[in-house]
């Protein structure tokens, strides 16, 4: 079958061989340009010459087929681009932005709670909580023994809780 493409000499008939050697390398390049990879301009130039070739039997009822093949190609293009970002959102966690007023705010918050605690049970909630020390590096910090450490700290939390 055979078409008539608007070019600047005038309409030429064009068999779907004719059309793809006329646009290969326009549809090629400008993917090209838009994808910054040659195998994905490649192929995605391939599925929307493929697609065309697929309805070529009606190619009467495309009004500009050179216009149907780009916006075929690009159409490809962001669908991959759509699918792309779906898989990283489920592939990539997502990072809540950082509110620095409402740390200082809970820091100011945990500072206040434990300056209600007495000294010693303070320093073993501080070591064993916040900085993360076991109560055995704890008891050689404090002087005291792991179990006493363990002590301070459970009478701590629980004068937090209260």
Not at 101 to 116: K, N, P
Not at 119 to 142: F, K
Not at 148 to 154: D, H, P, W
């Amino acid at each position: 079958m055979q078409v008539r493409i608007e070019q600047a000499a005038g309409a030429i008939p064009l068999a779907f061989d004719d059309l793809f050697t006329a646009e290969h390398d326009r549809l090629y390049g400008a993917l090209f340009f838009i994808t910054g990879n040659a195998a994905d301009a490649e192929e995605l130039m391939q599925d929307a010459f493929l697609k065309l070739w697929e309805r070529w039997d009606r190619i009467d009822t495309i009004q500009d087929p050179v216009a149907y093949l780009f916006r075929v190609a690009l159409n490809g293009f962001r669908m991959r681009l759509r699918h792309a970002k779906v898989v990283a959102a489920r592939q990539l966690p997502t990072i809540e932005p950082r509110d620095r007023f409402a740390e200082v705010e809970m820091h100011e918050d945990v500072r206040r709670m434990l300056l209600r605690l007495p000294d010693r049970q303070r320093a073993a909630i501080v070591l064993t909580e916040i900085l993360g020390y076991g109560a055995d590096q704890a008891s050689e910090i404090l002087g005291v023994s792991a179990a006493t450490v363990r002590s301070l700290a459970s009478q701590g939390r629980a004068a937090l809780r209260a």
